[in-house]
């Protein structure tokens, strides 16, 4: 029953209404996915499996339900390790071994293994094991060991005392100094559990000196006892603030939603929690449990139907809906052409572009999802100027030769052989490359754009983080320039980065009646794209390719546009959508004279 409280169900009624009032139509299904993945404790998963796709992910903003996958780990356990006590009590049984000790060996073999799987599994990808079962469990092992071998603990006065206060000294460092979005867990998550470990250790010493003498304070003892209702309610609270500010938070207005998640957190557990715990709750447990199955299938049949009603769209006006339908305004043979693998190409599946009756292609486009955004503005193209192509663009994977992607499985690596095969055996004297270069870079995100941990690496790479982005991406398109180097090559630059969802945020923009320019300035895309752009002119000196910038069709008076005759020039963040790819298509139109 802990693990399932009255007020999550509280939470995720307030979540799903407010998903419905305010929030669009476009990211409803996921929202309501992630709320049944809460309920079945398999959110953590849902996570992972979004994290290895992405084209599948939408990461515009966070979404107000993902905190939960920190409970969906714990209930994981709750029912694994019942399991594993079961079986070395019959171990013990059967090899008359003491039990205490057959557990010991049981939960230091979970911790090693576990453990050594988190680290590789976050040197490969962090993303992944950030929600990774396997790559947490050391973490409960690590406190089952510690319950076993406590009582046979003695230190003395002085070296509890010491523990205790270096236990929360280093607490409170991992909050300055650790960085979670690139080197957690792994051997990192080390840190603040063997510090919770040395508060353990520590104890109530008694002594005037000891840090218990604070834990044991009324206003601590306070937060502790609500703090299991405080974390379900701070996030949602968090999210929808930024929804409503559409910028980042200042300082007081984060506190303002943590005063209002404290106490959000009393009233839920001083009025719904604690009335129906226990046996002399308010309710019969039977009737109890049976009431929380019926909220469960309200919940479902709320989101079933607005999946099924599309999210009620009459209830907004002709104008919000046009804004909101840019976010479906994308390349239509996305799916068809840019996951392809490498196997695909060389069985001589790459996908054709331009007029289709003509009988060899002379250029061919590879790059990656930006390649992809701006393949309908191609084709239009090559098909006026009677020219045909072949298209090798791939989600996520630039076209760097030699570089692979270790953050996540791209197999990028693999698709940029295959597609130099192709192009070396290709009769087609032209090449477009074209990426999103700032994002293989050290700072690879902007805006309110999701964090994302990005790291490029080649055989000469002496570092895997994102520290040494900036020259595996000289390196590799180094690499792609001197291959291509007998033909025709173009590069074509960044488009600007809005770091906004922009279909969602014009409608909700629009919706609020709020004076919002989320259109980059000219400088703040010069500013952005300077490292690359110096990168790439000193590339360009040495090879001579040409230059195609699509900016210079976005950002001619003063700002970058992000909307033209009421429609978003962009998909989410950074995408351009097909209206905004026909806005850039004659910034392209040399690449086809």
């Not at 690359?532 to 360009?540: F, N």
Request: hydrophobic share 45%; charged share 20%.
């Amino acid at each position: 029953y802990t693990l399932v409280p009255s007020w999550w169900m509280m939470v995720l009624l307030g979540v799903f209404a407010a998903t419905i009032l305010w929030l669009p139509q476009t990211r409803w299904k996921d929202i309501f996915s992630e709320g049944w993945a809460s309920l079945m404790y398999v959110q953590n998963w849902a996570l992972a499996a979004s994290s290895v796709d992405y084209g599948a992910a939408d990461h515009s903003s966070a979404s107000p339900l993902q905190h939960f996958w920190s409970q969906s780990i714990q209930g994981q356990v709750f029912i694994l390790w019942p399991v594993i006590f079961a079986v070395c009590a019959l171990i013990a049984k059967a090899s008359g071994a003491r039990y205490r000790v057959v557990l010991a060996y049981a939960f230091g073999t979970i911790f090693v293994v576990s453990l050594a799987f988190s680290v590789y599994e976050t040197d490969m990808h962090q993303a992944l094991a950030y929600f990774d079962t396997r790559a947490r469990l050391w973490e409960f092992a690590l406190g089952s060991l510690l319950a076993i071998v406590l009582p046979l603990l003695d230190y003395s006065l002085a070296t509890r005392v010491f523990l205790g206060w270096a236990g929360v000294a280093a607490m409170l460092a991992c909050g300055v100094f650790l960085q979670v979005q690139q080197q957690f867990p792994g051997y990192m998550a080390l840190w603040p559990t063997l510090a919770a470990c040395m508060v353990i250790v520590a104890g109530n010493t008694g002594s005037r000196l000891g840090v218990a003498r604070i834990l044991a304070s009324k206003p601590i003892t306070f937060l502790g006892g609500h703090s299991y209702a405080l974390h379900p309610w701070h996030w949602p609270l968090l999210v929808f603030a930024r929804h409503f500010a559409i910028r980042e938070l200042t300082t007081a207005e984060r506190l303002g939603v943590l005063l209002a998640s404290v106490a959000l957190a009393m009233a839920s557990w001083r009025f719904i929690e604690r009335p129906f715990r226990g046996r002399h709750g308010i309710l019969p447990r039977r009737r109890l449990f049976r009431l929380a199955a019926f909220t469960m299938a309200c919940l479902c049949a709320v989101g079933l139907a607005s999946v099924a009603r599309s999210g009620w769209p009459q209830r907004l006006d002709l104008q919000t809906r046009q804004l909101l339908a840019g976010a479906d305004d994308r390349n239509p043979r996305r799916e068809a052409c840019s996951f392809l693998d490498a196997q695909a190409l060389r069985a001589g599946r790459a996908c054709r572009i331009g007029r289709p009756d003509a009988q060899e292609p002379s250029f061919i486009v590879w790059g990656d999802s930006h390649a992809d955004a701006l393949m309908t503005a191609f084709d239009r193209l090559a098909t006026e100027r009677g020219q045909a192509g072949l298209y090798l663009g791939k989600i996520g994977c630039p076209p760097l030769l030699d570089v692979e992607r270790v953050d996540s499985p791209f197999g990028c690596l693999a698709f940029n052989d295959a597609a130099r095969d192709l192009i070396a055996s290709s009769p087609a004297r032209r090449v477009i490359i074209v990426a999103r270069w700032s994002h293989f870079t050290s700072e690879p995100t902007v805006g309110q754009e999701e964090r994302q941990r990005v790291v490029i690496a080649d055989a000469e790479s002496k570092q895997r983080d994102v520290r040494g982005n900036d020259a595996v991406l000289a390196r590799g398109l180094e690499r792609t320039l001197e291959f291509l180097g007998p033909r025709r090559v173009f590069v074509v630059s960044t488009v600007p980065e809005i770091g906004y969802p922009v279909p969602q945020t014009l409608a909700q923009v629009r919706r609020l009646g709020r004076d919002v320019d989320i259109r980059p300035t000219v400088d703040q895309y010069r500013q952005r794209q300077h490292g690359v752009e110096a990168m790439l002119e000193d590339a360009r000196r040495r090879h001579g390719f040409t230059s195609l910038n699509p900016a210079s069709g976005l950002c001619g008076t003063g700002r970058c546009q992000v909307e033209s005759a009421g429609r978003p020039l962009y998909f989410d963040e950074h995408h351009l959508s097909v209206h905004g790819a026909e806005a850039v298509a004659e910034t392209l139109r040399p690449a086809f004279e």
